[in-house]
């Protein structure tokens, strides 16, 4: 898709990262920790984008304590793929709509051999639920317009909006995992057969000013290129 139509209403969307994601990872393994993204339509239920895994459920709960929610206010959780890391915290949720794209959910019944990612307990858990599916270009509130970006796997979805300010945020999720796809217009880790990570970043970067990855700062559109908004890190405790 090279031309972004805009949603058919805009104006009133905010957003919240409410769980820093990054990249981080060790020696035979990663801590990366995927970003959990509130977003708030005036009138309408606590939309979350993502909610991350069992190592930040904690974490999680008090950011939107800090918002003056509960997880039980949340009245949709949009699942940009269905990796363990993004999806792991959906049982936090029990009143919540859960959304997913239909290409991702039909991958996950039958995902690649070399995807060790996806969470076989939490895919049966999540289809309990009696998920929604969507696809391309189907909005939410008229507000926020599902968008496919294929790549990182083959249904995986973003969402994008109209800010409060008339930029265009796209919730990428692992379609752009940090700076560093963005300008070497690759991902790490494809496992979509038709490998089109690189003409999803492309895609992408020429359509927004707002880019919320899926494991780092946000990104923004400067007259010099792309910004990383703050610096990737993790506080870690020894015990």
Not at 97 to 109: D, G, K, M, P, T
Request: proline share 5%.
């Amino acid at each position: 898709m090279s031309h972004i139509p805009s949603p058919s209403q805009a104006g009133n969307v905010s957003y919240q990262v409410l769980v820093q994601g990054n990249c981080l990872g060790f020696t035979g393994g990663f801590l990366g920790l995927s970003s959990v993204v509130l977003v708030r339509i005036e009138g309408i239920a606590p939309i979350l984008f993502d909610t991350g895994h069992h190592a930040t459920k904690a974490m999680l709960i008090r950011a939107l304590a800090g918002q003056g929610l509960a997880p039980k206010d949340v009245g949709q959780v949009f699942l940009s793929h269905l990796h363990f890391d993004h999806a792991n915290n959906v049982d936090l949720f029990p009143n919540a709509e859960l959304i997913v794209s239909r290409e991702e959910w039909a991958y996950a019944q039958n995902p690649a051999v070399e995807d060790i990612y996806i969470s076989a307990p939490v895919v049966e858990y999540i289809g309990r639920r009696n998920p929604v599916l969507v696809d391309d270009g189907d909005q939410i509130h008229s507000r926020l317009t599902c968008l496919a970006t294929p790549g990182h796997t083959a249904g995986h979805m973003a969402l994008y909006f109209n800010d409060l300010s008339e930029r265009r945020v796209v919730l990428a999720g692992d379609s752009i995992k940090t700076l560093r796809d963005l300008t070497d217009r690759r991902v790490d880790l494809e496992f979509d057969p038709q490998h089109r990570a690189a003409a999803t970043i492309a895609m992408l970067a020429e359509n927004f000013d707002v880019i919320i990855p899926g494991h780092s700062p946000e990104l923004c559109r400067t007259p010099y290129g792309w910004s990383q908004q703050g610096v990737n890190k993790l506080e870690l405790v020894i015990r």
